[in-house]
């Protein structure tokens, strides 16, 4: 079984089967790596009487050209071509594993949202009348229109002058390994409303280092080496090589609590130790009180569809089927209060604050 890359791998699969081709089916599969989409085949088999016999082909890999559901399109019109058969793609245009085999097509329903296949007994979670993709759009709208707060993202970037290096985004402060190090007066700083920004410099970076030192100079003597993985008789490796004070550690983040600690620790003190050095600061971009999901989906279409110039017309034109043009108004007129854009006239500008805190 390999990847299918090309049309000669996909006919030789085929081929392999020994049998009538009848139905190329297409769906897609998730795993921790994301989301892939897999070919099988159904087939009258000699040797086998009755039913058409179902055999897997393998995953479907474009050379990066082309999306993986436009190649798997372009594979299965070659073989419609050569051998007559059906092809079956239930969820062509996103990836969705809910969707039903071709042999379960009968027992299923279209989605009232896109109207591709679904089977109605697939997640009782969920509203049997649409796919996961359009109830998870429908939310989204939802939480659009009735501009629900948010309250959370805060990107942490390096900064020397008027270079800035994003470092990582998570959803609270709570969440960077050197919150617990940041001193309490500054911490008093964050819930302001808007956006906020949060600088540490000179003296406040001196402080933060010397506290993440104790706390590894406590966690060091802790350390003992992890075993490899052994998950069904294949050993794998997650482990990360850091040196601190010059002894190596060999630190396994997922399964051990203080390697897990260290790794973050580490990370955050080496950075701390080059950001002195350069004479430079950290700077968190906070989206804090008021912040809506509104908000942030306007300055994520502002900053990533518009590339950071928008009008007011484009806005009114892209959200006309869920607000209103009084609703997208006051929504820009808050984000300009915030200071995350500016407008002029008709023009939409995002600032320097809006840009780092997206
Ligand atoms: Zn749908």
Redesign the pocket.
């Known amino acids: 079984m390999s990847d299918i890359t090309s049309f000669d791998i996909l006919d030789e699969e085929i081929q392999n089967t020994g049998g009538k081709a009848r139905v190329l089916q297409a769906l897609w599969d998730g795993d921790t790596g994301g989301w892939y989409l897999t070919f099988s085949l159904y087939a009258e088999n000699p040797s086998v009487s009755g039913d058409l016999v179902w055999y897997y082909l393998g995953r479907v890999h474009s050379d990066g050209d082309q999306t993986t559901e436009a190649f798997a399109k372009e594979l299965a019109a070659k073989a419609v071509n050569k051998y007559g058969l059906e092809f079956y793609f239930p969820s062509p245009d996103d990836a969705d594993d809910d969707c039903p085999d071709w042999k379960e097509r009968d027992k299923a329903i279209s ?1 009232a ?2 109207g ?1 296949l679904i089977l109605p007994d697939r997640d009782t979670t969920l509203p049997k009348e ?2 996961y ?2 109830y998870r759009e429908r939310e989204r709208n939802q939480a659009l229109i009735d501009d629900e707060l948010q309250e959370y993202g805060v990107s942490l970037y390096r900064c020397k002058g008027r270079k800035y290096q994003g470092m990582r985004s998570c959803g609270y402060m709570e969440d960077f390994a050197m919150f617990p190090y940041i001193s309490e007066a500054l911490k008093r700083k964050i819930g302001t409303e808007g956006v906020t920004v949060l600088t540490i410099e000179k003296n406040e970076l001196q402080s933060l280092s010397q506290k993440l030192e104790a706390r590894l100079d406590v966690l060091a003597p802790l350390y003992k080496k992890a075993a490899p993985h052994d998950r069904n008789g294949k050993v794998i490796s997650m482990f990360r090589d850091q040196s601190y004070k010059g002894k190596r550690y060999t630190l396994d983040s997922y399964r051990d609590p203080v390697h897990e600690e260290m790794a973050e620790l580490l990370y955050s003190y080496n950075t701390t130790q080059e950001v002195i050095r350069e004479k430079g600061c950290f700077k968190f971009f906070i989206k804090a009180k008021g912040y809506s999901y509104r908000d942030d989906a306007f300055m994520r279409f502002i900053h990533h569809t518009c590339k950071g110039r928008a009008t007011i017309n484009r806005m009114h034109e892209h959200y006309k089927k869920l607000l209103s043009r009084e609703q997208v108004l006051s929504t820009l007129e808050k984000l300009e209060r915030f200071g995350c854009i500016s407008i002029k006239d008709d023009l939409i500008t995002m600032t320097h604050l809006g840009k780092y805190a997206v």
Do not use: L, S, V, Y
Request: glycine letters at 12%.
């Open positions: 989605c949202g896109c591709k649409i796919c993709p359009c």
